[in-house]
């Protein structure tokens, strides 16, 4: 259906090149056929009028056009440009931001009489949406436009399922194409403009309808576009780069978007039997691709309505196999295993250590992606590395100084509200580590760091990453350390000085969370935990609990370090001399833990299960193990209070011992009044071997 195609009188009379060689303007409120479409801009007063404009007032010039490109054919074959997922939002003047709608991605073609609706992978969407088609033949100009298809209710939130299901429910929300790029006018190709000028060229162009609109964007202010989204309930935003240009079926870092949620396309690989009254079926088992293996991520078991119950069922049915299809098949009663055809949008709070979702929700089904193209979806974009030196949220008041900074990190949104009821910021938190660097690196140095990044604060659980491969500059060391569960080795991330130190800080490392062991002795820790947890029990309960623990280490001649967990507990710490198993550690915490249990049976448990000790305090040995963590002394924590995990001297362990006033506000003045209460502890290392031989 290609053809030669030659633009003539388009923009009354003119082409792209008439405009470029008369000055004229291409208003959004003059079309074609009105007299007065095109201007010369003959006074200088006009001139001066003109250029004054914003960047993305309506109306285009010659200027906007410099870059376009005459083809000789319609591009039928182009696909469209896809964001890479960032971190968290930020503010650069340079970058523009957009609504992420929660929809269908769609390339509208159009030539001639003709209206193609594309998805990202090639799949027509006439069918479907044969309302958008009809509503688009209202442009007379042969176009490529960039959008997305989607739904909304009444208060303008699109909603996907009512997109998936549109021909079961037709009257619920409207249906609308929401158009936010411009790729090809009357024989021109456009993708070496400037974004702006094509965002320009798209206003100036697209008539009004009230189901193709233009999708408005804001200037260098996207936090707040962020926090508008997730106070909408919307899906998040897509940043972009003023001047970037279109690379068509390509994933670039001039777009970066940025979720509100986690959300996660998954294939559906299995499903079990429904259960009580429930029909069509209990729960779905999806997986993704990784090296060509379909590995298991999880069952999902809510989000569906009785008709998408039954719907997913017959679809399911068609495609039952024998054998599953996962590398790592899950063991449960009453499995059905299909062939990995469909692909589910699929939302969740978080990934869990092992990879599975925790408390995913069905959204529906994905048409416009193929199955083997599902991959687990990382943030490969970490705003403070990427983009630099722009952004205007830059709080005076807790921005860290270039005298107690660092000339290698960045910082980038320090005014950030991460305890808004106590009014502290990013940069308060970067201020701290930054104060506390010489108390705080000699118990992270060396030691791999299973990073707890909260880069919203105490409004979000954050999530944890171990792997940062590719994620962090080159002058921050790593190691990679083989994994018992998986085949190939995590890089985990060593906090050598202060550098990166406030390199975690910036990248909304709250919470440190060091290994027990360092590099060089991986296998050997140099400390034993005692991790006292009260659960529901009383405060007088956890005191007297680490009291009878001091008593027993002291009858052993062991020392013993002690420090606020940060939360509602205490943790016991003894210096071990590293040349002994994780597992001979364990068993000596086991050991006192047991001598403790006895002396206070009826405030004390060892049980795992909470159910089993509710109101004791539980006495967690199992903390020592390889590649187990907890928060590091002097650590924030993302909590209520601002709490830190701070040294105590045991003469504070006693009735009148309240965990919160060890917090952000009070921390300067305890380090000016006791200084490093632990500042002996690797030098009191134990030989574990000497203190067994002593109990015997």
Same mark, same amino acid.
């Given at each position: 259906?290609?053809?030669?195609?030659?633009?003539?009188?388009?923009?009354?009379?003119?082409?792209?090149?008439?405009?470029?060689?008369?000055?004229?303007?291409?208003?959004?409120?003059?079309?074609?056929?009105?007299?007065?479409?095109?201007?010369?801009?003959?006074?200088?007063?006009?001139?001066?009028?003109?250029?004054?404009?914003?960047?993305?007032?309506?109306?285009?010039?010659?200027?906007?056009?410099?870059?376009?490109?005459?083809?000789?054919?319609?591009?039928?074959?182009?696909?469209?440009?896809?964001?890479? +997922?960032?971190?968290?939002?930020?503010?650069?003047?340079?970058?523009?931001?957009?609504?992420?709608?929660? *929809?269908?991605?769609?390339?509208?073609?159009?030539?001639?009489?003709?209206?193609?609706?594309?998805?990202?992978?090639?799949?027509?969407?006439?069918?479907?949406?044969?309302?958008?088609?009809?509503?688009?033949?209202?442009?007379?100009?042969?176009?490529?436009?960039?959008?997305?298809?989607?739904?909304?209710?009444?208060?303008?939130?699109?909603?996907?399922?009512?997109?998936?299901?549109?021909?079961?429910?037709?009257?619920?929300?409207?249906?609308?194409?929401?158009?936010?790029?411009?790729?090809?006018?009357?024989?021109?190709?456009?993708?070496?403009?400037?974004?702006?000028?094509?965002?320009?060229? +798209?206003?100036?162009?697209?008539?009004?309808?009230?189901?193709?609109?233009?999708?408005?964007?804001?200037?260098?202010?996207?936090?707040?576009?962020?926090?508008?989204?997730?106070?909408?309930?919307?899906?998040?935003?897509?940043?972009?780069?003023?001047?970037?240009?279109?690379?068509?079926?390509?994933?670039?870092?001039?777009?970066?978007?940025?979720?509100?949620?986690?959300?996660?396309?998954?294939?559906?690989? *299995?499903? $079990?039997?429904?259960?009580?009254? /429930?029909?069509?079926?209990?729960?779905?088992?999806?997986?993704?691709?990784?090296?060509?293996?379909?590995?298991?991520?999880?069952?999902?078991?809510?989000?569906?309505?009785?008709?998408?119950?039954?719907?997913?069922?017959?679809?399911?049915?068609?495609?039952?196999?024998?054998?599953?299809?996962?590398?790592?098949?899950?063991?449960?009663?009453?499995?059905?295993?299909?062939?990995?055809?469909?692909?589910?949008?699929?939302?969740?709070?978080?990934?869990?250590?092992?990879?599975?979702?925790?408390?995913?929700?069905?959204?529906?089904?994905?048409?416009?992606?193929?199955?083997?193209?599902?991959?687990?979806?990382?943030?490969?974009?970490?705003?403070?590395?990427?983009? &630099?030196?722009?952004?205007?949220?830059?709080?005076?008041?807790?921005?860290?100084?270039?005298?107690?900074?660092?000339?290698?990190?960045?910082?980038?949104?320090?005014?950030?509200?991460?305890?808004?009821?106590?009014?502290?910021?990013?940069?308060?938190?970067?201020?701290?580590?930054?104060?506390?660097?010489?108390?705080?690196?000699?118990?992270? &140095?060396?030691?791999?760091?299973?990073?707890?990044? $909260?880069?919203?604060?105490?409004?979000?659980?954050?999530?944890?990453?171990?792997?940062?491969?590719?994620?962090?500059?080159?002058?921050?060391?790593?190691?990679?350390?083989?994994?018992?569960?998986?085949?190939?080795?995590?890089?985990?991330?060593?906090?050598?000085?202060?550098?990166?130190?406030?390199?975690?800080?910036?990248?909304?490392?709250?919470?440190?969370?060091?290994?027990?062991?360092?590099? *060089?002795?991986?296998?050997?820790?140099?400390?034993?935990?005692?991790?006292?947890?009260?659960?529901?029990?009383?405060?007088?309960?956890?005191?007297?609990?680490?009291?009878?623990?001091?008593?027993?280490?002291?009858?052993?001649?062991?020392?013993?370090? !002690?420090?606020?967990?940060?939360?509602? *507990?205490?943790?016991?710490?003894?210096?071990?001399?590293?040349?002994?198993?994780?597992?001979?550690? /364990?068993?000596?915490?086991?050991?006192?833990?047991?001598?403790?249990?006895?002396?206070?049976?009826?405030?004390?448990?060892?049980?795992?299960?909470?159910?089993?000790?509710?109101?004791?305090?539980?006495?967690?040995?199992?903390?020592?193990?390889?590649?187990?963590?907890?928060?590091?002394?002097?650590?924030?924590?993302?909590?209520?209070?601002?709490? !830190?995990?701070?040294?105590?001297?045991?003469?504070?362990?006693?009735?009148?011992?309240?965990?919160?006033?060890?917090?952000?506000?009070?921390?300067?003045?305890?380090?000016?009044? &006791?200084?490093?209460?632990?500042?002996?502890?690797?030098?009191?290392?134990?030989?574990?071997?000497?203190?067994? &031989?002593?109990?015997?």
């Amino acid at each position: 259906n290609q053809k030669e195609y030659e633009p003539n009188s388009v923009l009354s009379g003119l082409d792209f090149k008439g405009i470029e060689k008369t000055d004229a303007v291409w208003s959004e409120t003059k079309r074609p056929g009105d007299e007065k479409t095109v201007s010369k801009r003959s006074s200088s007063k006009a001139t001066e009028k003109s250029t004054t404009k914003s960047k993305t007032a309506v109306g285009f010039t010659a200027s906007d056009l410099e870059d376009a490109v005459k083809l000789s054919k319609f591009p039928y074959d182009w696909r469209p440009q896809l964001a890479t +997922l960032a971190d968290e939002a930020f503010d650069n003047e340079e970058w523009i931001f957009e609504t992420k709608y929660d *929809g269908y991605r769609t390339l509208a073609q159009m030539e001639g009489d003709e209206v193609h609706l594309i998805s990202r992978n090639g799949i027509s969407f006439n069918s479907k949406y044969p309302a958008i088609v009809e509503a688009l033949k209202t442009i007379k100009k042969d176009m490529i436009l960039d959008g997305e298809v989607v739904v909304e209710d009444s208060k303008g939130k699109s909603n996907f399922q009512w997109l998936q299901h549109l021909d079961d429910f037709p009257d619920k929300g409207k249906l609308k194409l929401y158009v936010f790029d411009i790729l090809y006018f009357a024989g021109f190709d456009l993708r070496q403009l400037e974004l702006v000028h094509r965002k320009k060229i +798209l206003k100036a162009l697209l008539p009004k309808h009230k189901s193709i609109l233009y999708s408005e964007h804001k200037e260098g202010k996207g936090i707040k576009a962020f926090e508008q989204a997730k106070k909408k309930g919307g899906e998040g935003i897509i940043a972009k780069k003023a001047t970037s240009k279109y690379h068509h079926d390509k994933r670039t870092k001039d777009w970066l978007k940025i979720k509100t949620d986690q959300q996660q396309e998954m294939v559906i690989g *299995g499903f $079990t039997d429904p259960q009580g009254g /429930r029909k069509g079926l209990g729960a779905l088992l999806c997986g993704y691709y990784k090296d060509d293996a379909f590995h298991y991520s999880g069952k999902v078991g809510t989000g569906f309505t009785e008709v998408i119950l039954e719907e997913l069922r017959k679809k399911l049915n068609r495609l039952e196999r024998k054998t599953p299809a996962f590398t790592d098949p899950p063991k449960m009663l009453g499995i059905h295993w299909v062939k990995p055809e469909l692909v589910a949008q699929i939302k969740f709070s978080e990934f869990t250590e092992t990879g599975s979702m925790r408390h995913p929700v069905y959204l529906g089904l994905r048409e416009d992606k193929k199955a083997t193209e599902v991959t687990i979806e990382k943030a490969n974009v970490e705003v403070e590395a990427s983009i &630099k030196g722009k952004t205007k949220s830059t709080a005076k008041a807790s921005k860290p100084s270039k005298k107690s900074g660092s000339d290698k990190v960045e910082f980038t949104n320090l005014d950030k509200a991460f305890w808004p009821d106590l009014k502290i910021t990013k940069g308060d938190v970067i201020n701290y580590y930054d104060a506390v660097a010489d108390y705080i690196l000699p118990y992270l &140095k060396d030691r791999p760091q299973s990073l707890r990044r $909260t880069p919203d604060g105490i409004k979000s659980e954050g999530f944890f990453q171990k792997d940062v491969a590719g994620k962090v500059p080159k002058w921050i060391k790593t190691r990679k350390i083989k994994s018992d569960s998986k085949e190939e080795p995590i890089e985990y991330l060593l906090c050598q000085d202060k550098d990166t130190l406030l390199f975690l800080a910036n990248w909304g490392c709250i919470e440190l969370n060091p290994w027990s062991s360092r590099v *060089g002795s991986l296998n050997n820790p140099d400390y034993i935990i005692f991790d006292i947890d009260p659960k529901d029990a009383p405060m007088k309960n956890v005191v007297a609990t680490a009291l009878k623990v001091k008593e027993i280490l002291d009858l052993l001649k062991v020392p013993a370090y !002690i420090k606020t967990s940060g939360g509602n *507990g205490l943790h016991i710490f003894i210096p071990v001399k590293p040349k002994y198993t994780y597992e001979q550690t /364990r068993e000596f915490s086991h050991l006192v833990s047991q001598m403790v249990h006895r002396d206070l049976p009826k405030i004390t448990s060892l049980e795992r299960m909470p159910a089993k000790r509710k109101g004791k305090v539980y006495l967690d040995f199992l903390q020592n193990g390889k590649g187990k963590t907890m928060a590091s002394i002097y650590s924030l924590r993302p909590r209520e209070g601002a709490t !830190i995990s701070v040294p105590l001297e045991w003469s504070e362990v006693n009735g009148r011992l309240s965990l919160k006033k060890f917090n952000l506000k009070t921390i300067t003045k305890r380090l000016k009044d &006791k200084g490093d209460l632990w500042k002996d502890f690797f030098e009191d290392a134990i030989d574990l071997k000497e203190v067994l &031989k002593g109990m015997e």
